[in-house]
């Protein structure tokens, strides 16, 4: 066998070699469209590491070259479990490079759907589905923070054994800006958003979107968008036209026709997506480079495959300590294994309740507020939430003290009670749960206690008895009432005081057949209540309109469920007195549903309550009424809007 040629890259980046002054270079893994893809180790964490090294015309400018500094920069502080982890760039004898985490299992999903066509053997819908959902998952902290991977592709998203990955974060985005997406080649161009492909643009979530609809396509054609196109209905055996309206919805050639966010089309998605099996989250490298380097002489023995070892267990990171991992450290700084200290395990003490201000503590937890926080319970990593969407969920059960928290910003995990912003929280919910459990357990023991002093008292008398019975059941519920007031109390004020919101699930309701004018009987299966509120739902759709160009069914416009609840969520707040009211009452609500009729002006003229006694529903009547939602262009439309109010 001859050996290497001098210009080929098994020459250049012979076995021993280090890169950087740090990676050494264990073997040539091959080459892509962006360039030479190296298999190399970290000698100071002693982790394999994949390193690309970009074709030389790429970044060669000062400005290109800061371009790819600034994206890396963005995307070394940007984790999920199912985003490639990036960990720096740098640069060897006039050469850029970047350093990521090497995927030791698993193929592209390119690889995969190619290999499922040739079988003939489509993906379960289920599957595939939850495969785009894991990507949009992966997406929602790079949105966040005003970022977008820009060329979304099969080629470019991994399938391992700890589920999908998401590659070349921060590096084709920086392509895209510099060079344009001709780099990924001609197959790649039908995966990426039209606005994008004349030449170099900034990327945006929409156009991620649109690479979400290419692979959406991909997983259930089992074919590339510049074939013969197939909706799914025809081309998966599972597909139907509901399926068909996502993914052209994702496809629009305009950026305003898609969905908004990664995050609309997942909740799209959510009818076919089975849980997604639990995965490892931790990372194999925890420091980022970018360093002027030295090359150090190559050396020619051949080394083995990288393997990657177990990481060990997440450890608690302590108020002060050095920067956690996914920051940078300064270029003067000598690179450490592990930027944390360890602190001893066991749940923070709460400081008592009367000593804590909780609107301080929520006001602190919603300045610069986003979707950091990951969710693990039941073996299932569930977000990523905001702080104060977070509150809400402590508050309302569905987190625990022991479940696990994981910051995205940081990549530090600890149990949600180790976390100081929200160990009050969790104390406020323990505080409540325990009124609870005590108002039962009183229940059951005047029970008890009524069925022992028959025994013992029949003889006395039963009206002794009776006496006694109810001035000990009356005692012992009004003990329960009032341990459970003192429990709620500090909740009750946040609700109350509009500090804590709550987001509710918003639907369309269908219009009334054409040309029908008012009619008398009451529809939605609701009791018809009118006062502060106005008009019903039923009376406002019933009566005569002219209900727009037939042509266009009417149409004309409409808002859609994402719009009707972005204005609800935002004016619940102003419900809570009502809430509060039916709860002090003694009666309870449950699921809360207002079914409201909209005027094209965006002024809602009738609605009706479908919880509650009829005072509560004339409270929230009058709450809606003052509602204004964007104008439209048809004359009038049925929405209906629902959230929990059993806080």
């Not at 000062?62 to 479990?81: D, F, G, M, S, Y």
């Not at 399938?159 to 080649?185: H, M, N, Q, W, Y």
């Not at 012992?476 to 699930?505: C, K």
Request: glycine share 10%.
């Amino acid at each position: 066998m001859s050996s290497p040629s001098a210009s080929t890259p098994e020459a250049t980046f012979a076995p021993g070699r280090v890169i950087g002054a740090r990676f050494a270079v264990e073997r040539v893994h091959g080459t892509d469209t962006i360039g030479t893809l190296i298999a190399a180790r970290d000698q100071k964490t002693k982790k394999a590491v994949l390193l690309r090294i970009p074709a030389s015309t790429l970044f060669a400018t000062p400005q290109a070259a800061e371009v790819l500094r600034n994206e890396i920069r963005v995307a070394t502080t940007t984790t999920h479990k199912h985003l490639a982890s990036v960990f720096g760039t740098g640069a060897d004898a006039g050469a850029r490079f970047v350093a990521s985490e090497w995927l030791a299992s698993g193929q592209t999903l390119a690889s995969l759907v190619q290999s499922k066509r040739e079988a003939g053997d489509p993906f379960v819908l289920r599957e595939a589905c939850a495969m785009i959902a894991q990507i949009c998952d992966a997406l929602a902290p790079l949105h966040a923070r005003n970022g977008a991977h820009g060329a979304l592709r099969p080629a470019a998203i991994h399938v391992t054994d700890a589920g999908i990955k998401v590659d070349e974060v921060g590096l084709a985005r920086a392509v895209l800006r510099t060079s344009g997406p001709a780099v990924f080649g001609e197959d790649a161009l039908q995966f990426i958003a039209p606005e994008l492909r004349q030449g170099p643009a900034e990327p945006t979530v929409a156009a991620d979107v649109f690479g979400l609809g290419g692979a959406l396509y991909a997983v259930l054609c089992l074919r590339s968008p510049s074939e013969h196109f197939l909706p799914p209905s025809q081309a998966h055996p599972e597909g139907t036209p509901e399926l068909d309206a996502i993914l052209m919805r994702c496809l629009a050639p305009s950026p305003a026709d898609r969905y908004a966010s990664a995050h609309d089309l997942r909740a799209a998605l959510a009818p076919y997506v089975s849980p997604p099996a639990a995965a490892s989250t931790e990372v194999d490298v925890d420091v980022d480079v970018d360093i002027p380097l030295s090359v150090a002489p190559a050396a020619l023995a051949t080394a083995p495959r990288p393997s990657i070892p177990k990481a060990p267990p997440s450890p608690r990171i302590e108020m002060g300590a050095p920067p956690a991992i996914g920051q940078r450290i300064s270029l003067h700084e000598d690179f450490r294994a592990s930027a944390i200290s360890l602190v001893p395990d066991g749940p923070m003490a709460p400081t008592p309740s009367a000593q804590v201000d909780l609107g301080g503590l929520l006001k602190k937890i919603t300045e610069n507020d986003a979707p950091r926080w990951m969710a693990q319970k039941d073996g299932l990593d569930h977000g990523p939430f905001s702080g104060r969407e977070l509150v809400e969920l402590i508050a309302k059960g569905d987190v625990l003290g022991d479940h696990g928290l994981l910051n995205m910003d940081t990549g530090e995990r600890r149990k949600v009670v180790e976390w100081p912003d929200y160990t009050e929280f969790v104390e406020q919910h323990r505080l409540k749960t325990a009124a609870l459990a005590e108002t039962r357990a009183i229940a059951q023991s005047a029970k008890t206690e009524s069925r022992g002093n028959v025994a013992k008292f029949i003889v006395a008398g039963a009206v002794v008895f009776g006496i006694l019975l109810i001035l000990g059941v009356f005692l012992y519920t009004r003990q329960a009432e009032q341990s459970q007031q003192v429990a709620m109390n500090d909740l009750a004020d946040l609700y109350a005081a509009g500090d804590v919101q709550i987001e509710g699930a918003a639907g369309i309701l269908p219009d009334p057949p054409r040309g029908s004018g008012r009619r008398t009987g009451g529809g939605g299966g609701g009791r018809r209540i009118s006062g502060a509120g106005g008009r019903s739902y039923e009376d406002a759709m019933n009566e005569a309109v002219d209900m727009g160009d037939a042509t266009r069914s009417g149409g004309e416009g409409r808002l859609s469920p994402a719009q009707v609840a972005g204005v609800m969520n935002g004016q619940i707040n102003s419900m809570f007195g009502c809430v509060s009211s039916e709860l002090r009452g003694g009666r309870s609500i449950g699921r809360v549903r207002i079914d409201m009729a909209i005027a094209g002006s965006g002024q809602v003229i009738g609605s009706s309550v479908r919880a509650g006694s009829p005072e509560f529903q004339r409270c929230i009547q009058g709450r809606v009424a003052s509602i204004h939602f964007p104008s439209f262009g048809a004359p009038r439309m049925g929405a209906s809007y629902s959230f929990d109010a059993s806080q």
